[in-house]
């Protein structure tokens, strides 16, 4: 507060062609409050919902989905509170960073927290995005052969590897640097010295853009098995609808990443390429356009569950009358499926995708 009433004394007594500066100062601050307070509450519900879901979820598949998407959840709320409380203090610091970063640590923290929650959201989508293929395509090798001790393990690799690039710098001693609107640091993109100073950044955005693209790859491929095994299957499967619900998920985390995060990882890419000057509006629009990732991300928790889209449907046949009875009778049957879903073993989805069915005796003896 007391920061806040200096930097506005400071402005009234600057002349009157920086008053545009201290608007638009203040402006920063208050959208980075917001953004804190909105991605904060929304990560925060979003967990609370997924949680109560894993703790009452008894099929395997299931268990792994909901250990992906809490940790997705759990990554984008610490983002969201240490970096957006490091970009308040620099805000409020008036991004003197020579004054209250001399030695440059704070520059470094702030630099390898901004790679390391950017790339964890990425990681983590493509792991479960992988995890519903093998789930779809290969059912009985899901069910088999991959434990829970896998999946924390995988989890556990995403995080690693996240780490590991965002330490980099201070290892091949290639500190972060304070980018040109002095509100975040991030790798030396301009003025590079030699061939370390363009692998880091154009490693970074590669790595992202392969994660993007493992998600839409494997994506596609389990909504085209879905979508072959409805067809193949006239007859009701109790398997279908919790796989159709984790998709729409999947393809909807994948559309936010790829719209929020394609601009920045696109735009690094062409920076460490290219001997091109950057543009400090349009680099700090590309990060805000990336920190709404982690506010969005939630919300497809929140909005896309069976039990929100019954009360659309719900809403929907009551507004517009018989138009709707047969959608709402479908939404019916499904959660009634998925009711029952939650007591049946892996073999009803070996069914649904025109698999041979194993006996249950037999995979729990395996497991």
Known sequence: M????????????????????????????????????????????????????????RTKSRASFLLFASSLVITDLLGHLINGSLVLFVYSAEKKWENFDPY??????????????????????????????????KPIFHST?????????????????????AALPVMLSKPYKVQRSRSWCFFLIEQTKDWLDVLLPLLFSLLGLLALLISIACNTLTGCVLIQAKLRHKHHCRSMPYHIEMICQLLAIMLVSCICWGPLLIHVTILSTRATDESPSFSLLTIRMATWNQILDPWVYILLRKAVLRKIFVLLHGCCGSKFYTLHRWQRSMLHSSAETSSSSGSSDCRCLGKTPV???VIKSIT
């Open 359 to 361: 006996h249950d005796v």
């Open 104 to 137: 440059q640590i704070i520059c470094t923290i702030f630099g390898a927290c901004m790679v390391f929650f950017g790339l964890s959201p990425l990681f983590l989508g493509s792991a479960m995005a992988v995890e519903r293929c093998i789930g779809v395509t």
């Open 145 to 165: 052969v991959l434990a829970s001790h896998h999946m924390k393990r995988l989890l556990g690799v995403t995080w690693l590897l996240a780490a590991l690039v």
């Open 2 to 57: 007391s920061a806040n009433g200096s930097s506005e004394s400071s402005c009234r007594s600057e002349v009157r062609p920086t008053n545009n500066t201290c608007f638009q100062k203040e402006l920063s601050i208050t959208a980075s409050v917001i953004s804190m307070t909105v991605g904060i509450f929304s990560n925060s519900l979003a967990l609370f919902i997924l949680l109560k879901s894993y703790s009452s979820i």
